[in-house]
């Protein structure tokens, strides 16, 4: 039985439909009958050959999926045939079919639609489990945000908002600020206007730096810490890793946090299943708004891959099957 899917041939950017033969659910896995797939950065450095946990070639990119249960794996029992569900599955999820652990899976209310469930796990999860176990964002605390609009970024100016935060976002041009005002920014920069260290500082002091940016952005938000500030490493949109000075650290009693969400679901998985629990309880009470901003059939996945890395999109961005 074949399939169809968005192949990578090679690190160079050759990529097309083909079709494929359909996985095979192992012990303690399933398979998904994929109805959405959430576009993220990690799928252009996998792409690029650049990721920590790229496939070898050829594969298919796509690292969230939602859909119904197609079959389950042996010993897999907290799942049946047609159940919804979405998942974290690493790669594989641009195509009809896709198989992910069950431990990585999370059911799915009916409140909660295909396309809003693919762009959900990773975003909305990396930025709550960075925020409240390893950030230890506190109501009343200054949390600035590199990247606000984009599709982890927003996710951490909402969520740091219902923490209780004093949420300052930081993102380039006007329209991109609305959207993180819309999200529950109480402060906007514009990171093209001026010295963003400056800036910081003058509506400090910053008590949290949430960077998905990396590069000169992410020196300058450190540099505008408070005292005992904790620096959350997300990502390196930039394609620049920052160079944060040690002494300043020290002098400041700076922290600074490396945080991947994938490795969770390794060694610590209860922390992932209760985060996306009460995850899902504040999206079916109304106080997060999952935004996305396209939603592309399965054959225009390039357009949308390419309006993530031109870094266009304004929430996430959804394939759909």
Not at 268 to 290: C, F, M, N, Q, Y
């Amino acid at each position: 039985m074949s399939m169809r899917a968005f192949v990578v041939t090679s690190f160079s950017g050759e990529t097309g439909m083909a079709e494929i033969p359909v996985p095979q659910a192992q012990a303690g896995e399933v398979l998904i009958a994929v109805a959405a797939c959430g576009l993220n950065f990690a799928d252009l450095l996998m792409m690029d050959g650049r990721y920590q946990e790229t496939p070898a070639l050829p594969f298919v990119p796509g690292m969230e999926v939602a859909g119904r249960i197609a079959a389950v794996g042996e010993g897999v029992t907290s799942f049946g045939v047609g159940d919804r569900a979405a998942a974290f599955a690493g790669s594989g999820g641009l195509a009809e079919f896709a198989v992910a652990k069950a431990a990585q899976c999370q059911k799915l209310p009916e409140t909660m639609d295909d396309v809003t469930a693919a762009g959900f796990m990773i975003s909305y999860g990396t930025s709550h489990l960075a925020l409240t176990r390893r950030a230890e964002l506190r109501a009343g605390e200054t949390l600035a945000v590199l990247g606000a609009a984009g599709g982890v970024g927003r996710t951490a100016v909402e969520i740091g908002h219902v923490l209780g935060a004093r949420v300052i976002a930081v993102a380039r041009g006007r329209e991109r600020l609305e959207v993180a005002r819309a999200a529950g920014a109480d402060v906007l920069i514009d990171s093209g206007a001026g010295d963003l260290r400056d800036a910081l500082r003058a509506h400090g002091p910053v008590d949290v730096v949430y960077d998905a940016v990396g590069g000169a952005a992410g020196e300058a938000a450190m540099r505008a810490l408070a005292p005992e500030g904790r620096h959350l490493l997300i990502g390196f949109a930039s394609g620049d890793v920052p160079v944060l000075k040690a002494n300043h650290m020290l002098v400041k009693n700076i922290d600074v946090i490396g945080f991947y969400w994938g490795g969770y679901s390794r060694f610590r998985p209860d922390a992932v299943t209760d985060s996306l629990a009460t995850l899902v309880e504040w999206h079916g009470a109304g106080k997060i708004a999952p935004l996305v901003s396209e939603v592309l059939p399965l054959e225009r996945a390039s357009e949308g891959l390419e309006l993530l890395r031109a870094r266009k999109a304004t929430g996430k961005i959804v394939i759909t099957l």
